[in-house]
């Protein structure tokens, strides 16, 4: 049995750093060509914001799990804070570049969708700080599982697109008069709210699993 689970977190680690990958990919070489947001010219500093702010949700997603390793913060409770802080600081960056990015999303269902997920990111990683400078450490680690389910809202955004793309077709009787380019116009409108929803979901679930006795 605990093969099988083990397998199958292996599989979600593999398909969510691929879709992180996939996101990273375009903004490797600074090229604002390449950009999968349009960029305003309007507004210079656009690029350099986008850029911080997905270099650092990236490494955040790529070191945020190590502060769920149980050996590692019983054992060495040092490296555990030392992780930690870097990750929030990782966060508080990506949050407020994230915020100052979204306004310029060009949809406004987009723009709320990415104001709404910077601001959740940015508070449930305050409150994770404050419960640990307060020592509350079983509420610590609850608000941090919420903030890493912000971290990973992205990669799940895009490993649910194609169930909302098979969605919209089964809605539509298997076709879209303005084909592809049409389906995924609306698909990527709300694929983030998806994405945003699910993992709260899956984080309150987790939370409520292993801290049932706290809760009770």
Known sequence: MKSKV????????VLTLGAAGFA?????TFDSSLSRVDIHPSFPPHYPLLLVHIWCSFLALLIGWLQFVPGLRKRRADI???FG???LGLVAVGGLTG???GMFATSYVRQMAFLTLGFLWLFTAWKGYRKA?????DEHAVWMIRNYSMTLVAASARLLTPLCILI?????GGQSSGGV????????????WVGLAANLVIAEWVVLSRFKRTFK
């Open 181 to 192: 380019a049409a389906v995924l116009k609306q698909v990527l409108e709300i694929n983030i």
């Open 99 to 101: 915020l100052t990015v």
């Open 24 to 28: 990273v990919a375009p903004y490797l």
């Open 80 to 82: 555990h804070r030392l």
């Open 133 to 137: 400078r307060l020592g509350r450490f």
């Open 6 to 13: 083990g397998i199958l977190w292996g599989l979600i680690v």
């Open 85 to 87: 802080r870097i990750y």
């Open 168 to 172: 919209y077709l089964a809605g539509h």
